[in-house]
């Protein structure tokens, strides 16, 4: 039997992200695990004559990336060609926006839908010169009165469409907008183009449904981008009924089956965790415990490759819309509110705690979307009385995106066992725009890093791609750094947290989010071999200079997915 490696990893900064923190030189993997790690007299031995080694020259392996809320089905539609770019800096001002449609309205036949994906009014030069202009069907209108234009947010909780697309939909003055979505209207009343939350069904339902091929061609898509930067696993987060009208149904159910396809036929080249989406962005108990039934059940799939952990439950918006539900009101006022059935703030409250127990009563993980501190506040509780009513070892539920958790949310979060997913990438992209809806002070705070591991909170990364792009390299400099896109300024120094706290985030402590911590996650030996190797000693860069180090290798169980040191 042939014992040798089929890896071996010489004179590096082979960052273990064991308990201690240890840091190697050397590293060995035989048979899709890790079976050495130390100094080159460990591995040695192992080294036989097909066994690949690598001479590090003091490059840093690192465990293989796992961006814990990544879309990647919908990244991989919301990217280039399947989609306009119109994130910063790609496109800069309104007039932007309109010279890509109009370009794109050249290249396809005559009513196609054309798509895009990424526009922020934090980065379009109108919006920044006048924050009370925004996007309207006016500024697309001239370039394309024939075809109809849907345009994507960065925050995917905004959707800008044209007058064509309006009446294709079906929207006027007269439409009603779904619970917890809003049509934007103009003085006169009539609609801008502008759909805010739960009112982007409306466009989802005009559209013709992704196809299987296209589904794929997504998600092949994001696995090489994914590859190239190290990244080897990533959640799915909100794959199933409710995803049905979102992105042309890049969340829905048949997605699902798309990803195991691609995994019987070996492609899937990372390693996928989903939380099933019962309901969409607005929904009733009723509603929720209906698409709670029709989940269907887990595959026979390898979970370690792909796993279903639980389902995602929206709380409230976003803060860019005011649809964050907040203690203290907005610049400008009002506070906004949970997306859940509920007339009234108590209400919805008490909807969100019932869908929360269905769900945790009936054995799943819960993910819930909120960014609001009161929403923060409202769902900590409702996960602290869910277990206090049905008691479950390690249910794992976390909070998504948290920007803004409270002292009280940071307690019960820690006492339960319970954990944040946060997106450094976000803080970096909104952190000077969010001025402008909470004010410096809030805006500084907003993903308290520091204060949750403090407290004791178990902490996350993801990018939220196609939200930003899913860069982790960018999300540890953010996260020492705390300065933002676009002027550079330092935003919440308090919450700073060090690199080796920032690498944990995107390593073993979304392993556990994975329920996965105990075989990936870490470079002890025994482990998978995920790995990422990136071109010089990260623990000694500038952190400013982290985001252009270059990824040279990943290893996923122990295959190479990724090699430029070959290229």
Avoid at 109 to 130: F, K, N, R, S
Avoid at 485 to 505: C, D, F, H, M, N
């Amino acid at each position: 039997m042939d014992t040798h490696a089929d890896l071996v990893f010489l004179d590096g900064r082979v960052v273990t992200v064991d308990a201690e923190f240890s840091v190697a030189s050397a590293l060995a993997v035989t048979g899709g695990v890790i079976s050495a790690v130390g100094g080159r007299d460990d591995v040695a031995p192992l080294i036989g004559p097909r066994t690949r080694v690598v001479d590090l020259r003091g490059a840093t392996l690192l465990p293989g990336i796992n961006d814990s809320h990544l879309h990647g089905c919908a990244f991989g539609m919301a990217t280039p060609p399947l989609s306009l770019d119109l994130g910063h800096p790609a496109v800069s001002s309104l007039g932007g926006v309109a010279e890509a449609v109009r370009e794109a309205v050249g290249r396809v036949p005559d009513g196609q839908w054309i798509t895009g994906h990424g526009w922020d009014t934090g980065y379009l030069d109108e919006c920044v010169l006048d924050p009370s202009r925004r996007p309207s069907r006016r500024d697309l209108d001239a370039v394309s009165p024939d075809h109809p234009v849907v345009l994507y947010s960065f925050s995917g909780h905004a959707t800008w469409v044209n007058s064509r697309a309006l009446e294709l939909i079906g929207i006027d003055r007269h439409t009603v907008a779904p619970p917890g979505g809003a049509i934007v209207v103009d003085a006169t009343g009539e609609p801008t183009g502008l759909l805010h939350e739960g009112a982007q069904d409306l466009v989802q339902h005009a559209l013709p449904p992704l196809s299987r091929q296209e589904r794929a061609d997504a998600i092949r898509s994001t696995l090489a981008t994914l590859a190239r930067l190290g990244v080897t696993s990533y959640t799915e987060p909100g794959l199933g009924p409710g995803g049905a009208g979102i992105m042309r149904g890049a969340l829905g159910a048949e997605t699902l089956d798309v990803y195991r396809r691609l995994l019987a036929d070996g492609e899937l080249t990372a390693r996928v965790g989903v939380l099933l989406l019962p309901t969409g962005m607005t929904s009733t108990t009723a509603e929720f415990a209906r698409g709670l039934a029709a989940l269907g059940e887990a595959g026979d799939e390898d979970p370690r490759r792909l796993a279903i952990h639980g389902i995602k439950v929206f709380a409230d918006g976003v803060v860019p819309n005011k649809t964050a539900w907040m203690h203290e009101p907005y610049v400008g006022g009002g506070c906004g509110s949970l997306c859940v059935g509920g007339g009234t703030d108590t209400e919805r409250t008490a909807e969100i705690a019932t869908m929360i127990r269905l769900g945790h009563t009936a054995g799943h993980q819960l993910g819930v979307h909120v960014t609001g501190d009161r929403a923060i506040d409202t769902v900590a509780d409702a996960f602290a009385a869910a277990v206090a009513e049905h008691p479950r070892p390690d249910a794992r539920h976390y909070v998504i995106h948290g920007d803004f958790l409270t002292p009280h949310s940071m307690e019960v979060l820690a006492a339960h066992g319970f954990g944040v997913n946060m997106n450094p990438t976000i803080k970096w992209t909104v952190a000077d725009m969010e001025e402008e809806f909470v004010g410096a002070e809030r805006a500084a705070y907003a993903w308290p890093y520091r204060d949750a591991i403090d407290a004791g909170v178990r902490v996350a990364s993801g990018s939220d791609a196609p939200v930003t792009f899913p860069d982790w390299r960018q999300g540890l400099a953010t996260m020492v750094l705390r300065e933002s896109k676009a002027a550079g300024r330092v935003s919440g120094p308090e919450q700073r947290i060090g690199l080796a706290e920032a690498i944990r985030t995107y390593t073993i402590d979304a392993a556990w989010q994975d329920f996965a911590d105990d075989w990936k996650g870490s470079l002890e030996p025994g482990k998978a071999a995920d790995l990422c190797v990136l071109d010089g000693d990260l623990l000694a860069a500038d952190p400013r200079g982290i985001p252009a180090m270059p990824v040279v290798l990943t290893v996923v169980d122990g295959q190479v997915v990724y090699d430029a040191l070959r290229d």
